[in-house]
């Protein structure tokens, strides 16, 4: 982003850049940047929160006034991720014939229907899986942990991207089953600790290494930092 | 599970680096005209999605909010996205500042990359980049608001 700001601006465009690491601002020197130590994912800070955000933008743009750059200052609120799952309860096996996790899946589908529907439709599940084949990609998950090959378990594209379908269906499900899935990394905790499909999904990373998939394809199957 | 130990392994990784850093003065924000370029790899679900090596941008109209928060990264939050889009893309603050006068007008269209860099780590800066930025001045935007993921 940063080098974004460099070349805008030696366009003739007056650029202020919300920063999310301050290392990168300070080595990159983009001409006005607002540090924020939001987490990652949430450069306005808080969801919902309009004062907040307006707080956030008034003090970018008051970057505008500096008479010559860099400029680099610091949001004074820190908002730190949050690392305890969410409580909310999972449902019961219905099917013993199907593997936990693709059970989880067609289970939760009315509460991610719920979701999508309050926000109008909105959604970012779709963009390799559609929901409906939700089910579909957790079971080859299942089965790459089981130790069959990852590139002929027939995902329909790349593992990451498939991952990211899931977690996405997940998170937005979570999201009308328990109201604290608005804080940062809760639903996320909840997806990868609580979760069967979540289990199955750090499984298939494991016997992916394994397997010698290709670093990108089993490494960001999950936050780096798992 | 933190964000502090992405930003540590972030610190740790080279940067592309400018030996100068160019400085444009905007008129007074309640004369100018903004726009929000984004590196979080959003785009309208009829568009094609970003892949993890593409550099290239996508266009978002000024009304559009069936947006699709499309990067391949697992390492930070969608929740917010996913209940409130302002608080990585806005888009509705800018509109409100136009309303109350605080700037001057919103730019009819908006920039989404993915925040990729090629090995060479020149496209964004030569290519894509610069593209972008001539159909930002072609539009007579004043003002840019950059927003990471």
């Given at each position: 982003?940063?080098?974004?700001?460099?070349?805008?601006?030696?366009?003739?465009?007056a650029t202020v850049s919300l920063?999310?690491?301050?290392?990168?601002?300070?080595?990159?020197?983009p001409p006005r940047a607002l540090?924020?130590?939001?987490?990652?994912?949430?450069?306005?800070?808080?969801?919902?929160?309009?004062?907040?955000?307006?707080?956030?933008l008034d003090r970018a743009f008051a970057l505008l006034k500096a008479d010559?750059g860099p400029v680099l200052n610091?949001?004074?609120?820190?908002?730190?991720?949050?690392?305890?799952?969410?409580?909310?309860?999972?449902?019961?096996?219905?099917?013993?014939?199907?593997?936990?996790?693709?059970?989880?899946?067609?289970?939760?589908?009315?509460?991610?229907?719920?979701?999508?529907?309050?926000?109008?439709?909105?959604?970012?599940?779709?963009?390799?899986?559609?929901?409906?084949?939700?089910?579909?990609?957790?079971?080859?998950?299942?089965?790459?942990?089981?130790?069959?090959?990852?590139?002929?378990?027939?995902?329909?594209?790349?593992?990451?991207?498939?991952?990211?379908?899931?977690?996405?269906?997940?998170?937005?499900?979570?999201?009308?089953?328990?109201?604290?899935?608005?804080?940062?990394?809760?639903?996320?905790?909840?997806?990868?600790?609580?979760?069967?499909?979540?289990?199955?999904?750090?499984?298939?990373?494991?016997?992916?290494?394994?397997?010698?998939?290709?670093?990108?394809?089993?490494?960001?199957?999950?936050?780096?930092?798992? | 599970?933190?964000?502090?130990?992405?930003?540590?392994?972030?610190?740790?990784?080279?940067?592309?680096?400018?030996?100068?850093?160019?400085?444009?003065?905007s008129?007074?924000l309640?004369?100018?005209?903004?726009?929000?370029?984004?590196?979080?790899?959003?785009?309208?679900?009829?568009?094609?999605?970003?892949?993890?090596?593409?550099?290239?941008?996508?266009?978002?109209?000024?009304?559009?909010?069936?947006?699709?928060?499309?990067?391949?990264?697992?390492?930070?939050?969608?929740?917010?996205?996913?209940?409130?889009?302002?608080?990585?893309?806005?888009?509705?603050?800018?509109?409100?500042?136009?309303?109350?006068?605080?700037?001057?007008?919103?730019?009819?269209?908006?920039?989404?990359?993915?925040?990729?860099?090629?090995?060479?780590?020149?496209?964004?800066?030569?290519?894509?980049?610069?593209?972008?930025?001539?159909?930002?001045?072609?539009?007579?935007?004043?003002v840019?608001l950059?927003?990471?993921?």
């Open positions: 982003m940063c080098v974004l700001a460099h070349v805008l601006e030696a366009h003739g465009i920063v999310s690491v301050l290392s990168v601002a300070e080595r990159m020197r540090y924020c130590e939001f987490p990652l994912g949430r450069p306005l800070g808080q969801p919902n929160d309009v004062e907040f955000q307006r707080d956030v010559a610091a949001h004074p609120v820190v908002i730190e991720l949050e690392t305890e799952p969410l409580s909310c309860s999972l449902p019961a096996r219905f099917d013993p014939n199907l593997a936990p996790a693709v059970d989880e899946v067609r289970a939760l589908r009315a509460a991610y229907d719920r979701s999508v529907k309050s926000r109008g439709g909105r959604t970012s599940v779709g963009r390799v899986v559609s929901p409906d084949a939700i089910s579909e990609v957790v079971g080859a998950f299942v089965r790459i942990a089981e130790g069959v090959r990852w590139d002929e378990v027939g995902l329909p594209a790349d593992p990451v991207q498939c991952a990211h379908d899931v977690r996405t269906y997940y998170e937005e499900a979570a999201l009308s089953l328990d109201e604290a899935a608005t804080e940062p990394g809760r639903a996320e905790a909840w997806f990868y600790d609580r979760t069967e499909a979540g289990k199955a999904l750090l499984a298939a990373r494991k016997e992916m290494q394994t397997q010698k998939a290709p670093f990108h394809f089993w490494f960001y199957l999950a936050r780096g930092t798992r | 599970m933190s964000d502090s130990g992405l930003r540590l392994f972030v610190d740790a990784q080279p940067v592309p680096e400018f030996a100068t850093t160019a400085f444009t003065v008129p007074e309640r004369n100018a005209k903004v726009a929000i370029v984004t590196t979080a790899a959003i785009h309208r679900i009829d568009d094609d999605g970003f892949e993890s090596t593409d550099t290239g941008y996508r266009r978002i109209s000024r009304a559009d909010r069936d947006l699709v928060l499309g990067h391949w990264s697992p390492n930070f939050d969608r929740t917010g996205f996913a209940v409130d889009l302002n608080v990585v893309y806005p888009i509705d603050r800018l509109e409100e500042m136009a309303t109350e006068g605080l700037i001057g007008e919103v730019a009819e269209n908006h920039y989404a990359f993915a925040g990729n860099q090629d090995d060479s780590v020149t496209r964004v800066r030569l290519d894509s980049g610069p593209a972008a930025a001539r159909e930002l001045v072609a539009a007579g935007v004043d840019v950059l927003t990471p993921v």
